[in-house]
C-alpha cells in the first residue's frame, strides 16, 4: 500500500512531494497476522507468556552462566539472553547501565501523536472517502495528519502528530482543530474527525544512540535496541533485520564460546545500520513539520530527500548484511576471512 506524501499548508499546498513504499517485491500483511505465523514456527514448549524481566546476573559457572529472575518469582539459567523488550527494555538498561545517558526513552523534540481509531463506515462521514483505502500523509507546521487503514480496510488509524507539544504536568493539551484553519480542506476534515475522539493517542520517543548492542552473551535487538521514531515506517523493519542477522550467525554457533563473537558480529553489522535509521526517523518528523532548513519551501528538494532516504531503506542488499556478519564472526573465532580483511558494514 503506497504512502502519498502531501504538502498541506502554505504555497505549495496540495503538492505531491513522495509516493513511499513502492520497493520491488513490497507486500502489506497486518502485524497480527505476521505474529500469527511466526508463532507457527516456534514449538509450542518453548514458549513462556506473561513473563517480565526483573534482573540478569552474569556469573563464573561453567554451564550455564546466565542467572535470568523474573517479576513473578521464578527463574532460569541459560548460555545467552537476547533482550527483544521494547523501548522501555530491562535489558537495554542492564547492557548499558540504569544510569546510562542512552538508557531511557527519549523524547527531544515533545512529540505528541493525537490518534482515534473508527470504523471505516464512521470515517467515509467525515472525510474524504479516498483516505479509508490509501496511506496519506498530509504536512504542515502544526502537525502532520495520517490515516492508515486498518483490518482488511474494516477500521481506520487516524492521526495528527504534534512537535514541540507543551505538556502541563506530564499532560499533553486537548487537539485544537482551529489551529488547522490555514490546512488543506481533506487536512482539516481528518483532524476534526480525530479531535472527536483521542483516546488512542500516545507520547512519541525513541532511544538515543547506544554504544554497543552486546556485551559478552547478553545482547539487545528491535526496540530494545534502537527504538525510533514512527515517521519513517522503518521500526519493525529493522527489527527483523536485526532476527535474520542474528539467526543467520546462530547457524554457525556451535559451542557456547561461539555466542559472545557471534554477537560482537552482529553488533558491528547492524548498529550503523540501525542508528542511522534512528536519525533519519527523527529528520522525517522534522521534515514533515516544516522544521527541517525551510526544505518545505522547496518541493523538490524534498522529493529529492525522500528519494534518497527510500533508497537507504530499500534497496539495502540484506543477503550481504548477514554475510558480513557471518564472515566477521567467523574469522574471530578462527574461520573464514582473516581478520586483516575489511567487511564493510550496511
Known amino acids: 500500500m503506497v504512502t502519498e506524501v502531501i504538502l498541506a499548508q502554505g504555497p505549495n499546498s496540495g503538492e505531491l512531494v513522495a509516493e513511499l513504499g513502492r520497493a520491488k517485491g513490497r507486500k502489506t500483511i497486518a502485524r497480527s497476522d505476521l505474529l500469527d505465523g511466526l508463532l507457527q514456527l516456534v514449538p509450542k514448549d518453548g514458549i513462556s507468556f506473561s513473563k517480565r524481566l526483573d534482573k540478569i546476573e552474569e556469573t563464573d559457572k561453567e554451564e550455564h552462566p546466565i542467572h535470568v529472575t523474573f517479576k513473578d518469582g521464578t527463574d532460569v539459567w541459560v548460555d545467552c539472553v537476547l533482550g527483544a523488550d521494547g523501548i522501555h527494555s530491562p535489558t537495554r538498561s542492564y547492557l548499558l547501565g540504569p544510569d546510562h545517558p542512552a ?19 464512521e470515517a467515509k462521514k467525515h472525510i474524504n472517502e479516498k483516505w479509508t483505502r490509501v496511506v496519506p500523509i498530509l504536512l504542515g507546521p502544526q502537525g502532520h495528519v495520517n490515516c492508515i487503514p486498518l483490518n482488511k480496510g474494516t477500521r481506520l488509524s487516524a492521526g495528527v502528530a504534534v512537535r514541540g507539544v507543551k505538556y502541563v504536568d506530564g499532560q499533553a493539551p486537548p487537539l485544537d482543530p482551529a489551529l488547522y484553519s490555514d490546512y488543506s480542506e481533506d487536512a482539516r476534515q ?29 545482547a539487545m535487538l528491535g526496540d530494545a535496541a534502537h527504538a525510533s521514531m514512527p515517521y519513517a515506517g522503518q521500526g519493525a523493519a529493522q527489527a527483523l533485520e536485526d532476527a535474520a542477522v ?12 561461539h555466542i559472545a563473537p557471534a554477537l560482537s558480529a552482529y553488533d558491528t553489522t547492524r548498529r550503523p545500520r540501525s542508528q542511522h535509521v534512528v536519525d533519519l526517523a527523527r529528520q522525517f518528523g522534522r521534515v514533515y513539520a516544516y522544521a527541517e532548513d525551510d526544505m518545505h519551501k522547496d518541493p523538490q528538494r524534498m522529493m529529492q530527500f525522500f528519494a534518497e532516504a527510500a533508497a537507504f531503506s530499500n534497496n539495502a542488499d540484506l543477503q550481504r548484511q548477514n554475510d558480513d556478519a557471518m564472515n ?19
Not at 103 to 121: C, D, F, L
Not at 190 to 218: F, G, K, L
Open 246 to 257: 542474528l539467526d543467520h550467525l546462530f547457524s554457525k554457533v556451535t559451542e557456547v564460546s
Open 190 to 218: 481528518i483532524v476534526e474527525m480525530v479531535a472527536r475522539d483521542t483516546s488512542a493517542s500516545w507520547t512519541a520517543a525513541d532511544h538515543d544512540h547506544a554504544p554497543y548492542y552486546n556485551r559478552r552473551n547478553v
Open 103 to 121: 538508557a531511557g526513552p527519549k523524547n527531544h523534540e515533545n512529540w505528541q501523536v493525537y490518534r482515534t481509531m473508527i470504523s471505516t463506515e
Open 328 to 346: 566477521l564472526f567467523l574469522s574471530s573465532i578462527g574461520e573464514g576471512k582473516q581478520a586483516g580483511d575489511v567487511i564493510e558494514a550496511v
